[in-house]
């Protein structure tokens, strides 16, 4: 049983695009979180969500939202695509976001803006 | 804000030696957690190991084990008698006392490759 899953792993779409990326995780946790990681292989915190609050990385673009239609799904809504977009987009969960409690990944998918 | 730095970008050793993998981080807390994840070429992310700073001892999971210096603040992950599935990136990552919500910091990553 996959924990932690998303759809599509690989994305490709022109510039100017409006995509979503759908994530789905079955562990029973209270917090999601999208991260992004770069060419060079850095990941870095986009976003994280329970059903109580939702923060928002200051660096990210207001052309990304996350939109959480239930506890175990995350997805994440990218508007306008620009170049610098492409990368490989993760999504996490853990328990409840408190402290030490593990994040478990999916598999990622990666986004190629032409 | 938390810094994470791993310095060795690539490391290579043979099969069944041990390596070590290091990391320093910047903080002000005086609780936190630190995790290792690693990343094979599948580009899944799967947790390795992780460790308390309230806790002194080392954590350990069959061939990976940490060398936790709080003071030093070092996070080093050692693998012993390395594998070909070894191969991967090594992220060491810092989440602080108040938990994830703001999720990781992660260091830029080690690529280990273990030659056969």
């Known amino acids: 049983d996959t924990a932690v899953s998303q759809t599509p792993k690989y994305l490709v779409t022109q510039m100017g695009n409006d995509k979503s990326i759908k994530c789905e995780q079955n562990?029973?946790?209270?917090?999601m979180y999208w991260y992004k990681q770069d060419s060079k292989k850095f990941l870095k915190i986009m976003f994280s969500?329970?059903?109580?609050?939702?923060?928002i990385n200051e660096t990210v673009p207001n052309r990304f939202s996350p939109k959480s239609p239930d506890k175990a799904h995350l997805n994440l809504h990218i508007n306008s695509l620009e170049l610098g977009d492409s990368a490989v987009y993760f999504c996490?969960?853990?328990?409840?976001?408190?402290?030490?409690?593990?994040?478990?990944f999916g598999p990622g998918t990666r986004l190629t803006v032409l | 804000a938390q810094t994470v730095t791993q310095s060795q970008p690539e490391m290579s050793v043979q099969e069944a030696e041990t390596v070590t993998l290091s990391c320093t981080y910047d903080?002000?807390?005086?609780?936190?957690?630190l995790f290792w994840y690693k990343q094979p070429p599948s580009r899944q992310m799967i947790l390795v190991i992780r460790?308390?700073?309230?806790?002194?001892q080392n954590a350990t999971e069959n061939r990976f084990s940490v060398n936790f210096q709080k003071a030093a603040k070092s996070f080093s992950l050692k693998i012993s008698d390395s594998q070909l599935g070894d191969t991967a990136m090594y992220f060491c990552?810092?989440?602080?006392?108040?938990?994830?919500?703001?999720?990781?910091?992660f260091g830029k990553g080690t690529h280990l490759i273990i030659q056969p």
């Open positions: 562990l029973g946790h209270d917090t």
């Open positions: 990552a810092f989440m602080p006392p108040g938990g994830g919500a703001d999720g990781l910091t």
């Open positions: 903080t002000s807390e005086s609780n936190y957690y």
């Open positions: 969500y329970n059903n109580k609050e939702l923060i």
């Open positions: 996490a969960s853990s328990l409840g976001g408190g402290p030490g409690d593990t994040q478990y």
């Open positions: 460790q308390e700073a309230y806790k002194q």
